[in-house]
């Protein structure tokens, strides 16, 4: 009888297949539930249990009519739950209808085909939302169960119970899987990296997180409530202090008063990019290298935004990104997926000793009208000092001096003339209200300056000896342009609130409890909590920055590595050797498993049985029919004759006449009767 597997005339799906089909329905749409229309999971039940209905007799095939108004029904609830055409979640929801409603029409095991393979493609469809490291072991279990379900539904008899039945499906489909792992890495490491061809977008109010490219009062301050993870960096050589570690994303250089913007009219991607390549591109001549260089690796997080976040400025860069003239680094695309990153950075060179009119212009613009007190404060500190740096160092002292308060619950502040409203009435707010209220007073002075968004530190993980830069890391700091010096940095939260920048986010507001308010992430108080958090990170940043970071220059160094010099015949060589290797192992796994091949129940029963009786004197010979050896027996030893008779005819039955749904019923009487022929 083999392993159960149809051969014969019977194409249609039975029960227990069905049930196998459910299974991996329901394994494979679970995970979409995170990023889809909940709804869709109550829809593949009910499809497949309709469906078992019909199989039980209990209804009948469902007709086109119904059909359609059932696919109908379906598109106009992906219509209805906000899904935007195209996009990314739009098609994955219409797949994943026609998923859930395939099982309606199942009838015969090619209609179970198309289902077992529609999943193996969503299962790599799942991997477009995340690439984590759950996800890949959550999508080999789901090829398992697919396996799994492929070779349920091509059994027409049933060998075993449904407990055993379950376990050989499931082990041979780890078994052929496992077949498939040497040339999964084959294919991982040799095959050529390419860009893709297209890409289709996703919602851009579910994708984009993180820094955005404006900034209002309050904005960092709402973004540092959240532990979601921004990036993780490793070091070269020796990890610089917390107080150096400034992650500069964007600069923003406009102020309507209210918010600040990158520029006055808000370029979207592609405007951005032909501005850097055509206007406002990185020049290298801009740059007089001074200090240590740091080199690190970076691998960001998905933001659905371009934004990278590097120590500046940064010289040395790998990868498809563009440097702008203010010395942000920004990736070519928006970030759908984890990027790695390699980049030196020197923070102690000095940046635009001769500075552009087109970049002064920028560095000075103001609203033409509003925040009059804190220009005539500005004018008024200005006269009183006789230098820019007397002036700044003026400034930073009226922040320390006077009542400021550095807060993660700042007041609201108004639509207008909110530069006013911070500095002489409510003296309390974040790293965004200090930023941008020098800036202010920079410019109304007339000292080029701007405001600059990233994050600042991070947390090391001694573990993976990486530092982990999450949201509640943002942060917002100013630079001034000085003659001679270029631009410097200046950090007004520093002055304020000194141990943000030492210690760290949670330090800084640790005697108001605002850090993660509302939130249950804080393990500092729990070190073996916080030890495992660690460790569980580091497992991340090694599938991230090893897997999903194999990248095109990876390739190439390793094949460096392998090979030395790099040549067509030199690679083929390699690749076809490798090949030659698995072709051999599989050819081996394949004998030793033949050898090794799973007797059938029935058949171990009989061979015991004629054990028994060989003991007794009586021999089959080879190829002797089980009815002939039976009378053989019972002629020979009359007392059990009723036994051996009784034996040789269940035998017989499971042979020549199988019956899927009696086979448990019969071997537990086989193997009783080896117990009175015992």
């Known amino acids: 009888m083999g392993n159960g597997l149809g051969t014969g005339g019977n194409n249609y799906i039975t029960y227990s297949g069905m049930i196998w089909l459910l299974a991996a329905q329901l394994v494979v749409m679970l995970p979409f539930a995170l990023h889809l229309p909940v709804w869709l999971i109550p829809l593949v039940l009910f499809a497949a249990g309709w469906r078992l209905w019909v199989l039980s007799g209990g209804a009948s095939q469902p007709g086109t009519l119904l059909k359609l108004g059932l696919m109908l029904f379906g598109i106009g609830g992906l219509f209805l739950s906000g899904l935007k055409f195209p996009s990314l979640e739009a098609m994955s929801a219409l797949l994943l209808l026609g998923f859930a409603f395939k099982s309606l029409e199942v009838i015969q095991r090619r209609d179970a085909l198309v289902v077992v393979f529609i999943g193996y493609f969503l299962v790599a469809l799942h991997f477009l939302y995340t690439q984590s490291i759950l996800a890949g072991l959550y999508g080999v279990v789901s090829l398992v169960v697919l396996t799994g379900a492929l070779i349920g539904t091509q059994q027409t008899v049933a060998e075993f119970t449904a ?261 002489f009435e409510s003296q309390r707010g974040f790293c965004a209200h200090y930023a941008g209220s020098f800036v202010f007073l920079m410019r109304a002075a007339g000292i080029p300056a701007r405001v600059v968004a990233g994050y600042q530190g991070g947390e090391w993980n001694a573990q993976g000896q990486y530092l982990a830069v999450h949201q509640y890391d943002a942060h917002a700091w100013a630079e001034v342009w000085q003659q001679g010096k270029g631009w410097v940095q200046i950090d007004p939260t520093a002055v304020i609130a000194p141990q943000r920048v030492e210690q760290g986010l949670e330090a800084a507001v ?118 002939a050896f039976a009378q053989q027996a019972a002629a020979a030893l009359p007392a059990q004759s009723d036994n051996i008779r009784a034996f040789t005819q269940v035998y017989e039955t499971l042979c020549y006449l199988p019956d899927a749904s009696g086979y448990a019923k019969h071997t537990r009487q086989l193997k009783a009767l080896l117990g009175k022929l015992s």
């Not at 005697?511 to 070190?527: D, K, M, V």
């Not at 599938?543 to 220059?553: A, I």
């Open 510 to 627: 640790q005697a108001e409890g605002s850090f993660l308010q509302g939130q249950l992430l804080s393990t500092r108080h729990l070190p073996w909590l916080n030890g495992l958090r660690h460790k569980l990170d580091a497992v991340q940043y090694g599938w991230q920055r090893w897997v999903l970071g194999y990248d095109q220059t990876t390739q190439m160094d390793l094949l460096h590595a392998i090979l030395g010099e790099l040549t067509l015949l030199r690679v083929a060589t390699l690749v076809g050797g490798v090949l030659v290797v698995i072709l051999l192992g599989w050819l081996l796994m394949l004998g030793l498993a033949r050898r090794h091949a799973r007797e059938a129940l029935e058949h171990q029963l009989y061979r015991r049985f004629c054990a028994i009786l060989a003991k007794r004197g009586v021999v089959r010979q080879p190829g002797q029919a089980p009815g």
């Open 163 to 423: 407990v055993q039945n379950v376990r050989f499906n499931l082990r041979l489909a780890a078994v052929m899987l496992l077949q498939c792992v040497p040339l999964m890495l084959l294919l991982f490491v040799f095959a050529p990296r390419l860009q893709p061809l297209w890409s289709l977008p996703m919602l851009t109010d579910q994708a984009k997180t993180g820094i955005s490219d404006r900034m209002t009062p309050g904005d960092i301050a709402s973004l540092s409530q959240s532990a979601e993870l921004a990036f993780r960096v490793t070091f070269k050589g020796e990890r610089p202090a917390q107080n150096q570690l400034y992650w500069r994303g964007l600069v923003l250089n406009h102020f309507d008063g209210h918010e600040w913007r990158q520029f006055e009219q808000t370029p979207d991607l592609w405007q951005m990019k032909e501005l850097v390549r055509q206007e406002y591109a990185f020049r290298p001549d801009a740059v007089q290298v001074a200090g240590t260089p740091i080199e690190y690796e970076a691998v960001y997080e998905k933001t659905g935004q371009p934004w990278l976040f590097t120590l500046s400025p940064t010289l040395k860069v790998a990868g498809d990104v563009l440097q702008a003239a203010d010395f942000r680094v920004m990736a070519a695309q928006e970030l759908q997926a984890p990027l790695l990153l390699k980049a030196t950075s020197y923070p102690q060179a000095l940046r635009d000793v001769q500075l552009a009119s087109s970049l002064r212009e920028l560095a000075l613009q103001l609203p033409t009208d509003g925040d009059l007190r804190s220009r005539e404060l500005a004018q008024r500190l200005r006269q009183e000092t006789g230098s820019e740096q007397a002036y700044i160092d003026k400034v930073l002292a009226r922040f320390r001096e006077q009542q400021f308060f550095y807060t993660l619950r700042p007041p609201t502040l108004g639509d207008s003339n909110t530069i006013d409203e911070f500095l």
